[in-house]
């Protein structure tokens, strides 16, 4: 599967103060692994220098470059940041939930299960949404995802009675 250059990492949710700064939804691992780059790239295809960012409450605080009061910070409300992905390496074996999506699914067997078509973030564990013959809900744990291969772009599954 074909991967892209730039990485979703979250949505500017709200101002945060009134010196610029802003407040970022973190839809990576954790607003740590956010706080590590050095620029965002906004929706628009915008890069912005991130000069500050700090972890609060599960989001980022951010300060950005050019965003010197709240209402420039207002002016990217709602707005959807990412990150380039060649400032992002991962360790081997790991993937990008967006690289996985619209993988082939197929079980132990090889048999065709369907395709990734969403992945719901849950309390417990995220939950694969598998759309084919009919939808199929999987836990993303190893007793369910038995492989990932992102670069082929295809999952397999162990899948019980019932799901």
Do not use: C
Request: proline share 4%; charged share 30%.
């Amino acid at each position: 599967m074909e991967k892209k250059p730039l990485i979703e990492a979250g949505r500017i949710v709200n101002t945060h103060g009134v010196r610029g700064e802003v407040r970022i939804e973190v839809w990576l691992d954790s607003p740590q692994f956010l706080k590590r780059f050095k620029r965002l790239v906004l929706d628009s295809g915008e890069e912005l220098e991130l000069l500050e960012a700090r972890a609060h409450k599960g989001f980022v605080i951010a300060r950005l470059a050019g965003v010197e009061d709240v209402n420039a910070a207002m002016r990217l409300k709602g707005r959807t940041v990412s990150v380039r992905r060649e400032d992002a390496p991962l360790p081997k074996g790991a993937f990008f939930l967006q690289d996985i999506l619209g993988a082939r699914v197929v079980d132990e067997e090889g048999r065709e299960i369907g395709t990734l078509t969403d992945i719901l973030e849950t309390p417990a564990s995220a939950v694969y949404v598998v759309r084919g013959e009919r939808e199929h809900l999987i836990p993303a744990v190893p007793e369910f995802i038995k492989s990932t291969d992102a670069d082929a772009g295809v999952l397999t599954v162990h899948l019980i009675e019932g799901m």
